[in-house]
């Protein structure tokens, strides 16, 4: 089965403080990708990356960065944490295909952060 | 800017009755639509996906029902029972063949089962 780890599933953080949550997947999917929950907002897409050290620009990524420098781990970064950041944050990956059909995307558990 | 709406934001249904949960899209150059299910404390799952060559796909008791003229697409649930309580999000994305398509999700709809 596709595990997609998640190291921190609740953090509790200040507002200023720079915070990192990791993502690990085990079945060296190609593509990885950090999304944010919100109640009413759904899923939007932070940032997504389909090759180490690649990373592209989602519909948030205002506030965030990544980093991709092994093909299993994907980071997001906030550089200084702010109140409007708490939320649900989830990691997938997927395998990279081509043609006719989409690579199924693979969840983690989430972290829930929570700025102060 | 919403590019896939869903709706409604909650709904609850009655064990055996018929859920239905529909979605609408802009972008006219979406070609893959699945649908995703997330129980409490889980991420969600893939549950059900369609191309837009078919305006139908069945997997047990979920189906998925697309109108490529309206730009809509619906999930139904028949015979819903209380494990299908969850919520559940439409998506929507463009196939390339790069392989670094990103989907776009839906708001999601809380659904609950009640005996």
């Known amino acids: 089965d596709v595990k997609v780890t998640q190291s921190s599933r609740y953090l509790v953080k200040r507002t200023g403080e720079k915070v990192f949550l990791e993502c690990v997947q085990d079945?060296?999917?190609?593509?990885m990708f950090w999304y944010r929950q919100d109640p009413g907002l759904g899923l939007r897409l932070i940032y997504f990356?389909?090759?180490?050290?690649?990373?592209e620009k989602g519909d948030i990524p205002e506030g965030y960065s990544v980093s991709r420098e092994k093909k299993e781990r994907f980071s997001l970064i906030l550089e200084s944490a702010s109140t409007n950041q708490t939320s649900m944050y989830l990691c997938?990956?997927?395998?990279?295909?081509?043609?006719?059909?989409?690579?199924?995307?693979?969840f983690g558990e989430g972290s829930r952060l929570t700025v102060l | 800017q919403q590019q896939v709406k869903q709706s409604p934001q909650s709904l609850i249904v009655q064990k055996g009755g018929i859920s239905i949960i529909n979605c609408a899209y802009e972008?006219?150059?979406?070609?893959?639509f699945p649908w995703y299910q997330q129980f409490p404390g889980k991420g969600p799952a893939l549950l059900i996906a369609?191309?837009?060559?078919?305006s139908e796909k069945k997997e047990g008791r979920f189906t998925i029902s697309f109108n490529k003229s309206a730009k809509q697409f619906s999930l139904h649930i028949m015979d819903s029972q209380p494990g299908d309580s969850a919520t559940y999000f439409c998506?929507?994305?463009?196939?390339?063949?790069?392989?670094?398509?990103?989907?776009?999700f839906g708001t999601g709809t809380r659904l609950t089962i009640i005996p």
């Open positions: 369609i191309r837009p060559d078919v």
């Open positions: 990356s389909y090759d180490v050290k690649m990373k």
């Open positions: 998506a929507a994305s463009k196939i390339s063949n790069f392989g670094n398509e990103k989907l776009t």
């Open positions: 079945m060296d999917h190609e593509n």
């Open positions: 997938a990956s997927s395998l990279r295909t081509s043609g006719s059909w989409h690579g199924e995307l693979f």
């Open positions: 972008n006219t150059a979406f070609d893959y």
